[in-house]
């Protein structure tokens, strides 16, 4: 048995979701570039679960039904109000609620395929409401009812903020919202197909995907990158502190990925958002470290920056708190996640793959009281 550690180089499945081929991303065959340029997060949701882009009928149609679901049941309210918010990350609270969720569901366990999309709908819209009731709630607000004639980027502003939002505001929850939809088989989409490849239910699927988009080498990436944009606090500091991190062989968040090695397509959007966005809130310094710590670890470690390193300026300078960042990219990733796993509901198989063994030899049992 040959092992490829952390599964790297292994093709898992077969998908007409989403390609990443000598780093360019496209989904469905459309490029990353012009989506985030064109398109609106409805048209992204609807092509990454109908692999064609929507009619204006369509479009219209999904954007209604998105809308029209982002309403979560009282249950879920009352228990994010149940406990001391303070002391939980919203990742873990995101994580939880989804789970309850599915306790509401009466299809949760339907597995036909009218089913599955109806819970789609239900989970892509109630995400949004959960993570928005999560932040008011914990400053003491009580969450907001979402409008039913509002786009999806323009229901999570208003819906934070109890305030619609400005037009670049929006545009830019739009566009990082297409940017993070969905991308190939990265580790919290693989562990939503593992999950459901055992023809286990949607929200358990989606569960485990938050779980694994918790950890900081994958979506937890962009909070520790705006940590350590705190931490660094000046442009001048920038380069001494990556160089001690260095030294200390620790790794610089935001920095780096698995598949691309030129660069992460991403990337360049955020970054332009983070140029606009910072300039605009009079925040340049922010983007200015940023960019010499791209440069710096570019030139010494030949990493590019990843699809989390100016989401954490874009996100800080539209004022939302640095540990939200990792919620939102759920709210887009979890596009992504359901067409993922209606894919794998199409053409299901178990997925179980093999450990090399490198535990003792085969001995015999010794009872308790001789050992
Ligand atoms: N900072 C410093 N060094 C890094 C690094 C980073 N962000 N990312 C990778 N490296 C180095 C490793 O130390 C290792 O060096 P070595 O061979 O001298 O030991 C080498 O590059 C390979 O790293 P490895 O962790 O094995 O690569 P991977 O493909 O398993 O990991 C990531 C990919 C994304 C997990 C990794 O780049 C990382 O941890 N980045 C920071 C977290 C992050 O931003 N995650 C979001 C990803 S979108």
């Given at each position: 048995m040959s092992v490829s550690k952390g599964l790297e180089?292994?093709?898992?499945t077969e998908s007409s979701i989403c390609s990443i081929i000598d780093d360019k991303l496209t989904y469905a065959g459309y490029s990353i570039d012009e989506l985030t340029e064109n398109a609106t997060f409805e048209e992204v949701v609807y092509l990454l679960w109908n692999r064609e882009l929507p009619t204006q009928e369509q479009y219209e149609a999904l954007r209604k039904e998105l809308a029209e679901n982002m309403a979560v049941p009282q249950g879920i309210i009352d228990h994010l109000k149940s406990y001391d918010l303070s002391k939980v990350h919203p990742m873990a609270a995101l994580r939880t609620a989804i789970s309850l969720l599915g306790l509401y569901?009466?299809?949760?366990?339907?597995?036909?395929s009218e089913a599955n999309r109806r819970k789609a709908v239900r989970l892509q819209a109630q995400v949004a409401t959960i993570v928005t009731a999560f932040s008011r709630i914990r400053k003491g607000l009580e969450p907001v009812t979402p409008k039913t004639d509002l786009t999806f980027a323009e229901n999570f502003v208003y819906m934070l903020n109890d305030k619609e939002g400005e037009d670049i505001e929006i545009e830019a929850i739009d566009k990082a919202l297409i940017l993070h939809a969905d991308h190939e088989l990265n580790a919290s989409t693989f562990t939503a197909r593992v999950c459901v490849a055992t023809l286990s239910d949607v929200y358990s699927g989606v569960t485990a995907a938050i779980g694994a988009l918790k950890g900081p080498l994958h979506g937890g990436a962009n909070e520790q990158v705006m940590n350590m944009l705190t931490e660094i606090g000046s442009e001048e500091n920038a380069i001494p502190y990556i160089e001690e991190k260095l030294a200390n062989k620790e790794k610089i968040m935001g920095m780096g990925h698995r598949v691309y090695r030129t660069g992460d397509p991403r990337a360049k959007h955020l970054q332009e958002m983070s140029e606009k966005l910072t300039k605009l809130h009079n925040q340049e310094e922010l983007y200015r470290m940023s960019v010499k710590i791209e440069e710096y670890i570019k030139e010494h470690k030949g990493l590019p920056a990843n699809v989390d390193f100016y989401s954490a300026s874009v996100y800080h300078s539209l004022g939302?708190?640095?540990?939200?960042f990792t919620p939102i990219f759920a709210v887009s990733r979890m596009s992504g996640w359901l067409a993922h796993i209606l894919e794998q509901y199409d053409n299901n198989r178990l997925i179980r793959p093999r450990a090399d063994y490198t535990g003792p030899a085969l001995r015999s049992f010794v009872a308790i009281e001789n050992r």
């Open positions: 180089g292994i093709i898992a569901d009466e299809e949760a366990d339907v597995m036909e939302i708190d640095h540990d939200l």
